[in-house]
């Protein structure tokens, strides 16, 4: 009888702890996870190498300039060696289970970062075959690492998360999935999300949300009209109406997300508010360039914090 293919796990480590989704999280990992991008956000260049010895592989299957750029920088920042593979560079590409490339590749690297069309089922099934931390770097349901990203530009720029309120506007896609579990946890915090109809937060993803706000004192809303948002914004964010790596059925889409468009109008409802996008951004259709650029944006220095958010979940999966 063949005897099955064995699964080398790394003996300096505990059990693979993977980020899949911000739903796994509970209120204390995600603010470590904030604490310690905030620490390297203000300093990049850590005095030790806790990555030092350690080999982490990065699969984009799509493209990527923020997310892709920030573990490749930061797994070297702490001292790992990194591996790409591109679309085509994997049997996968010729037809080999995931469960099985899982398999190899757990025995010969110590972490996988994944940017792929597959879901967080695929993924799940990838670490445990891998038995190694695996990364999603954006998947079709959810963009974790762009959540925790996001939420610690937030604790640096006001210094308290309690009480916040963030209107998102635009499509309910995996960065309002990851902004909308990662807020939950934060006591007292809100978001109201300003969806065009038909393109909405997924509604399981929504209603755990909701759940998971309402045991922190909090609360995540739906609604269908930018006239509906309530008073008291702290923070507008949107996103390119087009998510990457998708298409959309309907080809008048454009009709029903004008009205989602962020200008100087709607920014004017909330003066106090600052501006946040999670790049690329197309001016002229989902924001405006007087407001990307205007002096309220902290879109850009939110792009560098990526750079900081891979180092600490790195650092938390494997150091």
Request: net charge negative; proline share 6%.
């Amino acid at each position: 009888m063949t005897e099955p293919m064995p699964v080398w796990p790394d003996p300096r480590t505990r059990s693979p702890r993977s980020l899949i989704s911000l739903y796994d999280l509970s209120m204390d990992e995600l603010l470590g996870l904030v604490r310690r991008s905030c620490a390297w956000y203000e300093d990049r260049w850590p005095q030790e190498r806790p990555l030092r010895d350690r080999v982490v592989g990065t699969l984009f299957t799509h493209t990527s300039t923020r997310t892709r750029t920030a573990f490749t920088s930061g797994a070297a920042r702490l001292g790992a060696t990194v591996i790409a593979f591109g679309p085509n560079d994997l049997q996968l590409a010729t037809g080999e289970l995931l469960s099985d490339t899982g398999r190899i590749l757990g025995g010969m690297l110590d972490a996988l970062v994944v940017r792929s069309a597959v879901g967080e089922d695929d993924l799940r099934e990838f670490a445990r075959s891998a038995s190694i931390p695996v990364v999603n770097a954006m998947a079709r349901e959810e963009h974790p690492t762009q959540g925790i990203s996001d939420i610690s530009m937030l604790a640096r720029h006001f210094g308290s998360l309690q009480g916040l309120h963030l209107a998102y506007v635009g499509e309910g896609n995996n960065t309002a999935a990851a902004l909308a579990y990662g807020l939950a946890l934060i006591p007292g915090a809100s978001m109201t999300l300003a969806t065009p109809t038909g393109y909405g937060l997924d509604p399981t993803v929504l209603a755990r949300a909701q759940k998971t706000a309402e045991q922190a004192g909090g609360n995540v809303v739906e609604v269908h009209d930018v006239d509906d948002i309530r008073d008291g914004v702290d923070v507008v964010y949107t996103t390119q109406w087009q998510t990457t790596g998708t298409t959309k059925s309907d080809p008048d889409w454009r009709t029903a997300f004008q009205p989602f468009a962020v200008d100087e109008r709607l920014m004017a409802r909330w003066p106090g508010a600052v501006f946040m996008h999670d790049l690329p951004a197309r001016r002229g259709e989902e924001v405006t360039g007087a407001v990307l650029d205007g002096p309220r944006s902290i879109a850009w220095a939110q792009a560098q914090m990526k750079l900081a958010s891979a180092m600490a979940v790195l650092d938390w999966c494997l150091a």
